[in-house]
């Protein structure tokens, strides 16, 4: 829980005395490796073994401590400058407008190599790490599993901009997950691979082309930052979508995340829909299917 604003015991950086005062930087250990401030040690308090790394570090617990992340609008000071008090340190506080305020009054600071992002160029779908996932729900009942990855590109500018792109699933390589009997998890599969629904001996492959994607650049982390738009083709049938995703840097390249209801019936998958047949019973099978996305796109080899 995050504490009051009442409560946060702060401390402006021309009070700070870095020679007899311990300072921790609560950020990451990226962050840290970034921009820190001379002298401090990195404790990220969004590591489980926190408090532990801190009693670890400083076993005096009457010490004055000063803790510090990025600024006042986000938390993680005041969070483990909370968690210090509470378990029994009694001389905490927290940088008043951490680092960039620390930066704003011209104290000193130790920086380390900055991270570039990835260059212009072509980028190739790691399978393996990529994730389709799905969820195909009755009235009463739900299914879900995964498809699996077959091929994929992204192509991106000077700018950090997708100029194009595509992902295309392996329709005969489709899994479900929460049927435990290995003979009724086949039996779900074979339908679903059959002509009653995604007819893969035909089309064994459901492609979503990439045209365009628009970044918003207020969108705060782990919330959708973008607009994608592109073409989707399954059982050889194309519609437009145009979807709320994530799309940041990941180590030397690109990932991509969604999650969003397709309405199957779209694309010529009419099995159970009460939009093509009366009277189904236990028959009926709602239109629309979850998908979850996950595409990690990596350095095409040279």
């Known amino acids: 829980m995050i504490p009051s604003e009442e409560s946060i015991p702060y401390i402006d950086p021309d009070r700070v005395n870095a020679s007899s005062m311990a300072l921790i930087d609560v950020r990451s250990p990226e962050a840290f490796a970034e921009c820190r401030i001379e002298g401090s040690q990195n404790l990220c308090v969004y590591e489980t073994s926190f408090l532990q790394n801190a009693q670890s570090a400083f076993a005096n617990k009457g010490e004055a401590i000063v803790v510090y992340g990025d600024n006042d609008r986000f938390k993680a000071a005041a969070l483990a400058a909370d968690r210090l008090k509470q378990a029994g340190y009694s001389d905490v506080h927290v940088l008043r407008g951490g680092l960039d305020n620390w930066i704003?009054?011209?104290?000193?600071?130790?920086?380390?190599?900055?991270?570039?992002?990835?260059?212009?160029?072509?980028?190739?779908?790691?399978?393996?790490?990529?994730?389709?996932?799905?969820?195909?729900?009755?009235?009463?009942?739900?299914?879900?599993?995964?498809?699996?990855?077959?091929?994929?590109?992204?192509e991106v500018d000077a700018n950090g901009a997708a100029k194009s792109g595509k992902v295309e699933a392996d329709m005969k390589r489709i899994h479900c997950s929460d049927i435990t009997d290995t003979k009724l998890?086949?039996?779900?599969?074979?339908?679903?691979?059959?002509?009653?629904?995604?007819?893969?001996?035909?089309?064994?492959?459901?492609?979503?082309?990439?045209?365009?994607?628009?970044?918003?650049?207020?969108?705060?982390?782990?919330?959708?930052?973008?607009?994608?738009?592109?073409?989707?083709?399954?059982r050889g049938v194309q519609h437009p979508l145009h979807l709320e995703c994530s799309f940041n840097h990941a180590d030397s390249g690109y990932v991509l995340q969604t999650q969003f209801d397709l309405d199957r019936t779209l694309f010529g998958v009419a099995y159970g829909s009460s939009r093509f047949f009366e009277r189904l019973g236990m028959h009926l099978v709602n239109d629309l299917v979850n998908l979850q996305v996950t595409a990690f796109f990596e350095p095409s080899a040279s």
């Open 104 to 154: 704003a009054t011209g104290k000193d600071l130790s920086r380390g190599e900055q991270p570039q992002s990835p260059p212009a160029g072509t980028y190739t779908l790691n399978v393996e790490k990529s994730k389709i996932r799905w969820i195909g729900r009755n009235l009463s009942n739900q299914h879900e599993g995964t498809i699996s990855c077959l091929q994929g590109f992204l």
């Open 185 to 234: 998890s086949s039996l779900l599969v074979a339908h679903l691979q059959s002509i009653d629904f995604f007819e893969t001996e035909r089309f064994p492959t459901a492609t979503f082309s990439l045209d365009r994607i628009f970044l918003d650049p207020t969108a705060r982390l782990g919330t959708p930052n973008a607009r994608m738009e592109g073409q989707m083709v399954i």
